[in-house]
Nanobody
Framework: QVQLVESGGGLVQAGGSLRLSCAAS????????MGWFRQAPGKEREFVAS????????YSADSVKGRFPISRDNAKNTVYLQMNSLKPEDTAVYYC?????????????????WGQGTQVTVSS
C-alpha cells in the first residue's frame, strides 16, 4: 500500500557529497516516521538515520552523526539524506523505510515498508 523509491546514489570520491532522496507513493506520507538503513557487501544491514512524522525528532548512527543530516518535505512526500565528507566505508546499498508508529526507531523490525535501495560507492 506504500511504495518507496530511493534515488541519488552513485560513485563519488572520498570527501565528496551525495544527496539521497526517497519518494513515497502514499498520500499519508506525513503520518509515517522515516528511516535510512544501509548494507555493505558481506555485512548486515545497519541503521543510519531516522526522522519523526513532523520532523521534530531525528536520530543518527554514531558513524554518520554530524555528516549525514536527515530531513523531510511532507508536501513532496520525500525524505532526504544529505551525505557529506564521504568515506570509503560508507560504500553500501542505502534503503529507505517507513514506519506507521513511533518517532523513528533504530530497529529494522519497527518499519513496515521498504524501498529497493540505491547504490553508493565511495572511492579512495
Amino acid at each position: 500500500q506504500v511504495q518507496l523509491v530511493e534515488s541519488g546514489g552513485g560513485l563519488v570520491q572520498a570527501g565528496g557529497s551525495l544527496r539521497l532522496s526517497c519518494a513515497a507513493s502514499g498520500r499519508a506520507f506525513s503520518a509515517y516516521a522515516m528511516g535510512w538503513f544501509r548494507q555493505a557487501p558481506g555485512k548486515e544491514r545497519e541503521f543510519v538515520a531516522s526522522i519523526s512524522w513532523n520532523g521534530g525528532s531525528t536520530y543518527s548512527a554514531d558513524s554518520v552523526k554530524g555528516r549525514f543530516p536527515i530531513s523531510r518535505d511532507n508536501a513532496k512526500n520525500t525524505v532526504y539524506l544529505q551525505m557529506n565528507s564521504l568515506k570509503p566505508e560508507d560504500t553500501a546499498v542505502y534503503y529507505c523505510a517507513a514506519a506507521r508508529r513511533g518517532l523513528g526507531s533504530r530497529r529494522q523490525d519497527d518499519y513496515d515498508y521498504w524501498g529497493q535501495g540505491t547504490q553508493v560507492t565511495v572511492s579512495s
